[in-house]
């Protein structure tokens, strides 16, 4: 897989966590530098650890579906990035109305793990491609966490504006990534 790819992917399952960060952002008067780092390092982690389980266990299964792995690919990418992009238009009132801390530790750690479910899927992607998952992790999961802490600064700033659009684009990008790999293994691209 190429590098683009790879940061093209990182940059869409990022999406989640920056629309978080943003929103979390947004309750703070003025940035608050460590939750910004913590939040970072809590969504980053998880975008490593996530796409590691998913590998490992597409690993196992791969004598079984090498055949279609392609196909397998293009609907786990486009679920994820259709997933992401109905979650956009979703998201709204109930979330301007909760008032919890999501830098409290308990919270990030609900947060980093439901930001980070799409990475599994896209984990067992790389699996059924034979892609090696050490070096996608590291830049997926530091794309994260810059994204992550630009997130909360851009949020306590009152960049609560594209939360949804930034969402939106990053399911697109994981669904025209699903696509490309579908043309290239049909040989249409």
Do not use: C
């Not at 998880?46 to 792995?69: C, N, R």
């Not at 949020?155 to 939360?163: C, L, M, Q």
């Amino acid at each position: 897989m190429k590098l683009l790819e790879v940061l093209l992917i990182a940059l869409g399952l990022s999406m989640d966590a920056f629309a978080v960060s943003l929103a979390s952002g947004a309750t703070m008067k003025r940035l608050h530098l460590p939750n910004a780092l913590k939040m970072g390092l809590f969504f980053g982690g998880f975008q490593v650890a996530m796409p590691v389980l998913g590998w490992a266990a597409g690993s196992g299964m791969k004598d079984f579906i090498s055949g279609w792995d392609h196909w397998i690919a293009f609907v786990l990418l486009s679920a994820v990035g259709g997933k992401m992009i109905f979650e956009s238009f979703e998201m709204g009132e109930a979330e301007r109305g909760n008032k919890a801390n999501p830098f409290a530790t308990g919270a990030l750690t609900v947060l980093a793990i439901a930001t980070s479910i799409d990475a599994l899927a896209v984990g067992l992607t790389f699996s059924l491609l034979r892609v090696s998952i050490a070096g996608p992790v590291v830049i997926i999961g530091l794309v994260t966490f810059l994204m992550s802490v630009a997130g909360v600064k851009i949020g306590s700033a009152g960049g609560h504006f594209f939360e949804h659009k930034m969402e939106a684009a990053g399911g697109l990008v994981l669904i025209l990534i699903g696509v490309k790999i579908l043309f290239e293994h049909l040989r249409l691209f």
